[in-house]
Structures are given as C-alpha cells and as structure tokens.
C-alpha cells in the first residue's frame, strides 16, 4: 500500500452567539500517515503517536471501530500520528480525530460519501458543529433534521481577517464544560443571541468588521462557563485597535481573537494581558482554512 496521508483541520465551534450551530475551520492540522496494511480480517488500528498524549480514549481508534462502518473482514493498519491541535483546549481537536478515523476506515472498506461520513461523525460526537467545519471548511452552520440528518450552510470566510488563539494551559473536558449551562435560558437572552448570529453571518458576507465584536457577543454559554476559563472575562472586554472581535473557542478554555492586521502584535498584547493575570497560555496566529 502506498504512504497515505490523511489530515483533518481543527476548528473553532459556537463563534460567539452560534452555540452548536457555527464552526469554523482552522489551519491547526491532525496528519496521519498509514505505516503498514494488514489483511488479517480483524479491524484493528495501531496508532503511534509523534508527542504523548493525555490518557484519554484515542478518538481515531474509536470512530475506526465505528461499527456502522465496520466491513465483514476489515483489514488493519499501523499509522503514524502528527497533531497540532492541542486537546481539551476548545479547538476540535475531539472532531478531527474522529473524521481522520472514519476516513482511515473508508481505506480499509471503500470511499463513502461526505454525508455518510458527517452522518457517523455526527452520531460519535454528539454535537455536529466542529465535524462539518472541520470536513468542509471554512465558517459553516448545521440544521439537524429529524432523521439525524445534517444540513450544511457555508460562508467564505474574508481571507484578510486572521485568528490569534491563546490556549491557557489548562485541560478543560466539554463535558464539564456543558455542565455548568442551564437547562433553560431566558428568553430575552436567545433573542440576544439570535440577533447578533444574524449579525454575524452579515458582517462575514459583506466583509464588514466593523459589525463584528458586537455580533460575537453571547448571552447563551460564555458567561455560564466564565468561571471554569481563566482570563475569559478580561479578554472578552479587551480592545485592541487591530482586534474586530474575541471570543470562546467551542467549549474553551481557549479563547479566539480575529484580527484585521499585524498579528504578531496582536499576540504579544494578548500574551502581556495574560500574564497580567499570571496565566501561562500558548498564542498560536492562524488562518481559517477553507
């Protein structure tokens, strides 16, 4: 077999008032390579990491042993692992190591197509928003039906507004981070959401930053999960005159600032503000990948 490589993107989930709807993809990549093919019928999949990871269940693996996607012989493989995408850190690194394992299964069973594999990536995650960004990239929005079906939108996101991304270093697991949200929210605050998800979708489509920090406002889970982010509140309300707007990556704990200009600088503030509050953070500059 020849040397296959797979990569999947991270992604930024919620973007503010999109909670389990938005994503947007991110050029922070998941690459795995198949080392060996082994036509022995059992399925199996040996995944041989480049960095230790945490000791959590291995995502590729799990969505390779998919079982809707299991063939009645399945070979297995060895593979190499590269990621960039730091896990429980809000920037899908969960969605992309399912779609890579689900792609690394249509090499042992036959290509399926985008729909089935959303479809299985869908039902392994729980939550559609970083998958469909990270299959289809780009700034994307997910209508479940009632069927399980996923219905994508998809907005081009302006190639001149870059992401600076500041990842405290700490692990924050989405389940406890889902956990801290009510069962009900208050009516005036999903209008406050939906308006500015309007607002959003607009300032994307007609390139308009100026709209942006207000449409990246969120009344639905950011303040609920504030106190499990640190420095959440402070880079929230934090202005830069190259920032168009900042907010909660997916569950956090990292947070995403997009910037029409000099990200570099933007970075080194946002790291200055950081260690005002003596939090060690990782600031990545990224691009959204389309």
């Known amino acids: 077999m020849s040397r296959t ?65 299991r063939s009645t012989r399945p070979a297995s493989l060895e593979v190499d692992v590269e990621s960039e995408i730091p896990e429980r850190a809000g920037l899908g690194s969960s969605a992309a190591a399912t779609l890579a394992g689900l792609k690394l299964r249509t090499l042992c069973d036959g290509p399926r197509s985008n729909d089935e594999i959303l479809r299985a990536a869908c039902h392994i995650e729980r939550h559609p928003d970083n998958a469909v960004a990270s299959l289809f990239g780009g700034l994307t929005s997910s209508t479940v039906g009632h069927d399980g079906g996923v219905t994508v939108a998809r907005w081009k996101w302006p190639a001149s507004w870059k992401l600076v991304l500041a990842t405290p270093h700490i692990e924050l697991a989405t389940a406890l981070s889902r956990s801290v949200l009510p069962p009900a929210i208050p009516l005036a605050d999903v209008v406050f959401d939906l308006q500015r998800l309007a607002l959003l979708l607009h300032a994307v489509n007609a390139r308009d930053g100026s709209k942006l920090a207000a449409a990246l406002r969120d009344r639905v889970h950011q303040p609920y999960r504030e106190p499990l982010v640190p420095v959440l509140r402070r880079a929230l309300e934090w202005r830069h005159p190259d920032v168009l707007g900042v907010c909660l990556s997916g569950a956090g704990p990292s947070v995403a600032v997009v910037v029409r200009r000099n990200p570099d600088g933007v970075a080194r503030a946002l790291a200055r503000l950081y260690r005002l509050e003596r939090v060690p953070c990782t600031l990545r500059i990224a691009r959204v990948h389309q």
């Open 5 to 69: 490589v797979i990569r999947t993107a991270g992604s930024i989930g919620n973007l503010g008032p999109g909670f389990d709807t938005l994503g947007l993809a991110v050029s922070l990549y998941l690459r795995v390579s198949v080392r060996r093919r082994i036509a022995d019928g059992q399925g199996r999949l040996v995944t041989r990491y480049a960095r230790p990871r945490p000791a959590s269940e291995d995502g590729i693996v799990r969505a390779f042993q998919f079982e809707p996607f």
